[in-house]
């Protein structure tokens, strides 16, 4: 058996799901085969879409070295691609992965962290089976923080790839209390997300993601020695922290990995994603392939996307088995 390739990439379509705020994707036909003889089409799209790249630009306006953030030009063309291993995150629904989660995900691929330097690390948590536009994919993913950042930016990882709706926790994101639009969606039970988790997980916990309410549970001290270091280059420590602080290292990111992610979890392979060259871009839509020896190949069925990848899935399947 040879080396064979597996796609890690959800399909993309006008309806595939998109994060909370983000435009619906238009794409139309400036040519039809029936009217010029070819067919030629057109996408205005937001570029975090569906399997996209970020560069550090996205999320910052300079990084720990003191200078300005990076655009997707300035990234090496291989900052993306490298020698990989997919960790299976064994997390609760809605929770935040944290060091411990990430040792033990290495202990059962057979990886030491310290092997981690300069590979592309994915993260299987099972997100991207629900991959759909829905409250339990973007509300209620588990998700990363600034702990999970800084045991990446310790273990000098190249790229961190991960199944999920972003680099972060979506309490860390504008979804909950965070960012300059602060959202604050409303949950399944009409009532915001922020509050919905402080009932299942308690006031403490919650306040991992809220600045203001750290602060007051833990102290200035305590708050600091988390998050002073993104404070300090002028980041809002509870908004995004796993996002700026690997990207803020020269670490990239990949969110919404999905395809046959299954067919690769715990496994060694070379990882390929090449964002477009975009010229000041702040990411970039992109193709994640896995290349990887064919015995190594996971058992399990090749992923069937219905109605065109989408994410909706047929009536008898929305408890997403596919």
Same mark, same amino acid.
């Given at each position: 058996?040879?080396?064979?390739?597996?796609?890690?990439?959800?399909?993309?379509?006008?309806?595939?799901?998109?994060?909370?705020?983000?435009?619906?994707?238009?794409?139309?036909?400036?040519?039809?085969?029936?009217?010029?003889?070819?067919?030629?089409?057109?996408?205005?799209?937001?570029?975090?879409?569906?399997?996209?790249?970020?560069?550090?630009?996205?999320?910052?306006?300079?990084?720990?070295?003191?200078?300005?953030?990076?655009?997707?030009?300035?990234?090496?063309?291989?900052?993306?691609?490298?020698?990989?291993?997919?960790?299976?995150?064994?997390?609760?629904?809605?929770?935040?992965?944290?060091?411990?989660?990430?040792?033990?995900?290495?202990?059962?691929?057979?990886? #030491?962290?310290?092997?981690?330097? =300069?590979? !592309?690390?994915?993260? +299987?948590? %099972?997100?991207?089976?629900?991959?759909?536009?829905? $409250?339990?994919?973007?509300?209620?993913?588990?998700?990363?923080?600034?702990?999970?950042?800084?045991?990446?930016?310790?273990?000098?990882?190249?790229?961190?790839?991960?199944?999920?709706?972003?680099?972060?926790?979506?309490?860390?994101?504008?979804?909950?209390?965070?960012?300059?639009?602060?959202?604050?969606?409303?949950?399944?039970?009409?009532?915001?997300?922020?509050?919905?988790?402080?009932?299942?997980?308690?006031?403490?916990?919650?306040?991992?993601?809220?600045?203001?309410?750290?602060?007051?549970?833990?102290?200035?001290?305590?708050?600091?020695?988390?998050?002073?270091?993104?404070?300090?280059?002028?980041?809002?420590?509870?908004?995004?922290?796993?996002? #700026?602080?690997?990207?803020?290292? =020269?670490? !990239?990111?990949?969110? +919404?990995? %999905?395809?046959?992610?299954?067919?690769?979890?715990? $496994?060694?392979?070379?990882?390929?994603?090449?964002?477009?060259?975009?010229?000041?871009?702040?990411?970039?839509?992109?193709?994640?392939?896995?290349?990887?020896?064919?015995?190594?190949?996971?058992?399990?069925?090749?992923?069937?996307?219905?109605?065109?990848?989408?994410?909706?899935?047929?009536?008898?399947?929305?408890?997403?088995?596919?």
């Amino acid at each position: 058996m040879g080396k064979i390739f597996v796609d890690l990439t959800h399909p993309f379509s006008a309806e595939i799901p998109r994060w909370p705020y983000f435009d619906k994707p238009l794409i139309d036909s400036k040519h039809s085969m029936a009217k010029g003889g070819v067919l030629t089409q057109y996408i205005g799209c937001t570029m975090h879409t569906g399997t996209h790249c970020d560069a550090p630009r996205h999320v910052m306006e300079r990084e720990f070295d003191g200078k300005r953030a990076r655009y997707t030009h300035e990234m090496p063309v291989d900052a993306y691609t490298g020698d990989a291993v997919c960790l299976e995150i064994n997390v609760e629904r809605w929770g935040l992965i944290t060091a411990e989660h990430l040792e033990d995900a290495c202990k059962r691929a057979n990886i #030491k962290p310290e092997e981690l330097e =300069g590979m !592309v690390v994915c993260l +299987n948590t %099972g997100m991207h089976r629900k991959f759909d536009d829905s $409250k339990e994919y973007y509300h209620y993913s588990c998700g990363t923080g600034v702990e999970a950042g800084q045991w990446f930016v310790d273990h000098k990882v190249k790229c961190v790839a991960m199944d999920m709706q972003a680099l972060d926790h979506p309490l860390h994101t504008a979804m909950g209390n965070n960012g300059m639009t602060r959202m604050n969606l409303l949950g399944a039970s009409g009532r915001p997300i922020t509050q919905e988790y402080i009932e299942q997980f308690g006031e403490e916990a919650y306040a991992e993601f809220d600045k203001e309410l750290y602060i007051k549970l833990h102290g200035q001290e305590a708050y600091d020695k988390k998050f002073g270091a993104l404070e300090e280059i002028g980041c809002w420590g509870t908004w995004e922290p796993c996002h #700026k602080t690997l990207l803020g290292h =020269g670490i !990239v990111g990949v969110e +919404n990995l %999905g395809g046959d992610l299954d067919k690769v979890s715990g $496994k060694r392979f070379r990882f390929y994603c090449f964002p477009l060259r975009w010229y000041m871009g702040d990411g970039s839509m992109a193709r994640c392939v896995a290349e990887i020896d064919e015995a190594d190949v996971n058992d399990v069925p090749e992923r069937t996307y219905m109605y065109c990848g989408t994410g909706c899935q047929d009536r008898d399947n929305y408890g997403f088995t596919n």
